[in-house]
């Protein structure tokens, strides 16, 4: 059965810092894997999307990779702002048609 | 706008009463889906559709039943709902491509409280 875990599970750092956030998934047998942020009380917002052929993906400040093969991705977030708190949650779908997420990854950039 | 809305956005009801939360998209998508996101258990798959009259069970569909007479519409019913089927609920929907390029876009929530 496949699980998600993201570590850390909360992460408060300085504005202006670049920082890794953490994926892993036990079963490497994916069709994609997916990064999507959720502001608190909110809905979720993608930010990338990674099919299990490609190895990363960018979008202006996030970068996300993947390697299948050791069951991880890093979602990378550069010079990091206020803006960007929110919880960082990871999804993979893989056989069944099923999505399993993980539990999220808490942010916080200190002004 | 492209777009997924769910309906109602607050509910509150009482055990064994009931009830449909509607979710509907616009983007003609072949896949949708129900979560629940309960503090501590992250986000939780109910149930999925792959089409019109082809849906399946997620992780977690004890207590729920769905529907997919139209392309657009999903509908959760809880037929009689629980306490513990208090929760924040999403719909999402994507295209279903079997390459895996299939991006997922979720509706804003139902946030449920059955007492």
């Known amino acids: 059965k496949q699980e998600v875990t993201q570590i850390p599970a909360a992460l408060s750092v300085p504005e202006g810092e670049n920082l890794v956030l953490n994926c892993s998934f036990t079963?490497?047998?994916?069709?994609?894997l997916q990064w999507f942020r959720q502001d608190p009380g909110k809905g979720l917002t993608s930010l990338l999307l990674?099919?299990?052929?490609?190895r990363e993906q960018t979008s202006g400040r996030l970068n996300a990779s993947l390697d299948k093969s050791s069951g991880r991705s890093t979602l990378y977030i550069a010079a990091s702002q206020p803006g960007d708190s929110a919880t960082y949650l990871c999804?993979?779908?893989?056989?069944?048609?099923?999505?399993?997420f993980g539990a999220g990854t808490r942010l916080f950039v200190k002004a | 706008e492209a777009q997924v809305t769910q309906n109602p956005r607050y509910l509150i009801t009482v055990t064994g009463k009931k009830l449909t939360v509607t979710c509907s998209q616009n983007?003609?998508?072949?896949?949708m889906s129900w979560y629940r996101q309960d503090p501590g258990l992250g986000l939780r798959q109910i149930y999925y559709?792959?089409?019109?009259?082809?849906?399946d069970k997620g992780d977690v569909p004890e207590g729920y039943k769905v529907s997919r007479k139209e392309k657009r519409n999903f509908p959760l019913i809880l037929e009689s709902p629980s306490p513990n089927q208090t929760s924040l609920y999403f719909c999402?929907?994507?295209?279903?491509?079997?390459?895996?390029?299939?991006?997922?876009?979720f509706g804003p929530g139902t946030r449920l409280t059955v007492t």
């Open positions: 983007m003609n998508h072949e896949y």
């Open positions: 999402a929907s994507s295209l279903y491509q079997l390459a895996g390029g299939r991006e997922q876009y």
């Open positions: 559709s792959m089409n019109v009259e082809v849906t």
């Open positions: 990674i099919q299990s052929s490609q």
């Open positions: 079963d490497s047998a994916i069709y994609n």
């Open positions: 999804a993979v779908w893989s056989g069944g048609f099923k999505t399993i």
